[in-house]
């Protein structure tokens, strides 16, 4: 076991969360939960090309934490700790239901506070250390089969990890196509193609009938780009995630946010990240910021934009 780990769930995130009222049992299922991301993701700490994709599924969110010089660091606690259970903590109360609460007892301006002070407490870290002493027996890897699972997403979210300010072109990956069917075994109800947000949050790993509904309508002829604001924006779930981008990415179409452009065969990143947006307002105010796009990503990303201000 590993000391700074110890002490982070069994003593900071009990201390954290008993000033809200949290019940023992409630903070235990919570901490037990962010205790097996944090060791997901540090088994695979080595494996540059493995790391690299976990952490850029929250570098849009990890770039605006302190301290600037550890974006490595940053990106570890929004992956493994903020990306986990306390997201019901905070979300919603139908969330908050789902771990036996009556309503979220953390309110939103403290999730800063709580993520800030997970990066405070693992500043220190030797990361390649610990992953070489660390052992998995007995311990479930969450992130073990992603590549497998979703190959085609997973090649791409590899090149963009290079985390370069230059587009990555690469060679595509030919699977077969995901079906609505294979994504959420629901019936789906047919809408109006048209390019729009589908905005959600939390862990939860379901596909919402809106979510299904606009994925349904995703073509390369008719509705080639699947935009959200930000990766947080559509889950904190990162197998959701993932799924999501392959089923895009299956259609030979585009999953774009307003930092990331990522296709089967092109990947390109914002220069300069923008900040996640938080509210409608900001996601308006970031389908403005042009700045820092490369061609491509710049062309849809002007398109997407043009279309949702009507």
């Known amino acids: 076991m590993n000391t700074l780990i110890d002490t982070y769930i069994q003593d900071v995130l009990p201390s954290f969360f008993k000033k809200y009222n949290i019940p023992d049992d409630v903070i235990g299922i919570v901490a037990n939960d962010i205790e097996t991301r944090i060791y997901s993701c540090l088994s695979h700490w080595n494996d540059f090309e493995f790391r690299r994709v976990l952490l850029t599924t929250g570098l849009e969110e990890a770039n605006f934490y302190e301290p600037r010089e550890n974006i490595e660091l940053r990106c570890f606690v929004v992956v493994a700790i903020r990306n986990s259970l306390f997201e019901n903590l905070v979300s919603n109360r139908k969330a908050a239901m789902e771990l036996g609460l009556k309503t979220t007892p953390i309110p939103d301006n403290d999730v800063k506070l709580f993520t800030q002070g997970a990066i405070t407490h693992f500043k220190n870290i ?23 699972k979703y190959p085609v997403a997973w090649n ?15 060679d595509s990956l030919q699977y077969g196509l995901f079906t609505i069917e294979e994504l959420q075994q629901i019936p789906i109800i047919h809408s109006e193609k048209k390019i729009t947000t589908d905005i959600q949050s939390g862990i939860d790993d379901k596909l919402d009938k809106g ?19 930000c990766f947080k924006m559509l889950t904190r779930n990162i197998d959701k995630l993932l799924k999501v981008i392959e089923y895009v990415l299956r259609r030979e179409c585009t999953f774009m946010t307003s930092n990331f452009y990522i296709s089967n065969g092109y990947v390109a990143k914002r220069k300069d990240l923008i900040r996640p947006a938080h509210t409608t307002k900001d996601m308006e105010g970031n389908l403005n910021q042009f700045g820092g796009l490369r061609h491509t ?5 002007k398109a997407v934009s043009q279309s949702m201000r009507g």
């Not at 007995?138 to 089969?145: F, G, S």
């Not at 791409?156 to 690469?170: D, T």
């Open 126 to 148: 030797d990361f390649k250390m610990l992953c070489n002493n660390l052992s998995m027996a007995d311990r479930k890897d969450i992130y073990i089969d992603l590549k497998e």
């Open 156 to 170: 791409a979210l590899s090149e963009l990890g290079k985390w370069s300010n230059k587009a990555q072109v690469f």
């Open 211 to 229: 979510l299904l509904e606009f994925l349904n309508g995703i073509s390369l002829e008719q509705q080639p780009v699947f935009y959200t604001d």
């Open 297 to 301: 990503h710049l062309k849809a990303f």
